[in-house]
C-alpha cells in the first residue's frame, strides 16, 4: 500500500520558519485525505492539519491555524510550511494517510516515520 517519508525537520529559532515534506511511493487518489501530526515523549499525537486531496480541502488545528500551511507538491508529495514556529510546536511531526475528513489519529492507517523539529533559541 505504499510509504510515507517525512523530511525537512531540524532546528530553528522562535519565529523562524521550517517546510517539511512527506513523499509516498505510491499514488494518493483525490478522495485520500492527507495529514500531519506531532507527538511528544509521554503525549498523545496531536493533530495538526489535514488535506482532501482532490479537492484542496483543508483543516488546521487552533493552535497552528494562520501560521501553517498545507500544500501540495506534485502528485506524490504534500508539504507543510511552517511560520512564526514557537517552542511549544517542537515535536515529532508524522504524516498520514487516510479517507476520512478527520483529526482523529485513528482514521489513519498509513504513517510515516516523522521528522523531529526542535524550536528553541
Known amino acids: 500500500q505504499g510509504q510515507l517519508v517525512e523530511s525537512g525537520g531540524g532546528l530553528v529559532q522562535p519565529g523562524g520558519s521550517l517546510r517539511l515534506s512527506c513523499e509516498f511511493s505510491g499514488r494518493i487518489f483525490s478522495s485520500h485525505v492527507m495529514a500531519w501530526f506531532r507527538q511528544n515523549a509521554g503525549t498523545e499525537r496531536e493533530f495538526v492539519g489535514l488535506v482532501r486531496w482532490g479537492v484542496g480541502r483543508t483543516l488546521y488545528a487552533d493552535s497552528v491555524k494562520g501560521r501553517f500551511t498545507i500544500s501540495k507538491d506534485g502528485a506524490s508529495t504534500m508539504a507543510l510550511q511552517m511560520d512564526n514556529l514557537k517552542p511549544e510546536d517542537t515535536a515529532i511531526y508524522y504524516c498520514?494517510?487516510?479517507?476520512?475528513?478527520?483529526?482523529?489519529?485513528?482514521?489513519?492507517?498509513?504513517w510515516g516515520q516523522g521528522t523531529q523539529v526542535t524550536v528553541s533559541a
Open positions: 498520514a494517510r487516510g479517507s476520512d475528513f478527520s483529526s482523529s489519529s485513528t482514521s489513519y492507517r498509513v
